[in-house]
């Protein structure tokens, strides 16, 4: 095979392994997504099939105004909660773990290979929802938002440890060096030097873990009871009961509580490619 024909069998399976990942996402992203559109957008019969058909009337604006003001107005509450839970969550998160991987990275100890279990340990080991309950129960926490803040702190921290730690280990020391030359305290060091070049880092942070505290379904449903306390993805049960279903509302309200995340994701896909890959490849 000359090389000419090399290249063009090369370019020939590029563009077929393209072509393959486009179809792959088609059919897993914006297949769901057209649906929920669709069914949001029908009538309480023609939704409750829940076939993938147009509309036979379009009752977007009268299905959005019911959602709206369901269990009063019970979704404007659910945002109001959902977005004080992720804005103090995801700020606790960036602080701590920026900290204590800039810390696990810097000063090497005889803690360290203790404190890495710890972190991989907070990957994997699942949490206990019972013993977590009675531990905010005795320190007066429990079904309060700073108890759920702690709790979404505590089990995304690790993950976040991960990403800084392999960020700060690109970052030369030699800049360290001159900052504590020039009279750099630890603090001033961290927030004064270190901190503003972990820009790309902290944006991945922020998008992924706002992501995953908005669209938290469990920790709010056991950690935080109560309809004054709902989150969004709480307010599912507004229109699900054991004997019936209104599936446009519910529909609705899944769009509603989608558009936020999608956002955050189109805007700021290539910072969290960038920030994820950050330290790859030296370690």
């Known amino acids: 095979m000359s090389t000419a024909e090399l290249v063009n069998h090369r370019s020939g399976r590029k563009l077929a392994l393209s072509a393959v990942a486009i179809v792959a ?42 959602v709206v003001q369901a269990r009063d107005y019970m979704l404007v509450i659910a945002f109001i909660n959902s977005t004080i839970l992720t804005v103090a969550s995801v700020t606790g998160m960036v602080v701590l773990a920026a900290m204590a991987g800039f810390v696990l990275q810097r000063r090497k100890s005889r803690w360290n290979g203790f404190i890495n279990f710890l972190v991989l340990a907070g990957l994997i080991i699942p949490p206990a929802v ?8 005795k320190f007066g926490l429990f079904r309060t938002m700073p108890g759920l803040i702690l709790i979404e702190i505590a089990f995304g921290l690790s993950f976040c440890i991960l990403l800084f730690r392999a960020f700060v280990s690109t970052i030369p020391r030699e800049l360290d060096e001159a900052a504590i030359i020039d009279g750099a305290g630890p603090l001033r060091l961290f927030f004064g030097v270190i901190f503003p070049l972990l820009r790309s880092v902290v944006v991945t942070v922020v ?24 989150t969004v993805q709480l307010t599912l049960y507004n229109f699900s009961s054991q004997y019936s279903t209104q599936y446009n509302l519910l529909f609705m309200n899944i769009l509603l509580i989608t558009i936020p995340p999608l956002i955050m994701f189109l805007f700021f896909n290539r910072q969290i490619v960038a920030g994820m890959t950050s330290g790859a490849v030296k370690g």
């Open 130 to 137: 019972v013993p977590t309950i009675w531990v905010l129960q």
């Open 25 to 66: 996402s088609v059919v897993v992203f914006l297949v769901p997504f057209a649906f929920i559109v669709l069914t949001a957008v029908k009538d309480r019969q023609q939704s409750a099939l829940l076939d993938f058909s147009w509309p036979h009337q379009f009752r977007f604006v009268q299905n959005f105004i019911e």
């Open 207 to 230: 998008v992924v873990q706002s992501v995953a505290v908005f669209n938290d379904f469990v920790n709010p449903l056991y950690f935080l009871p109560g309809d004054k306390n709902a």
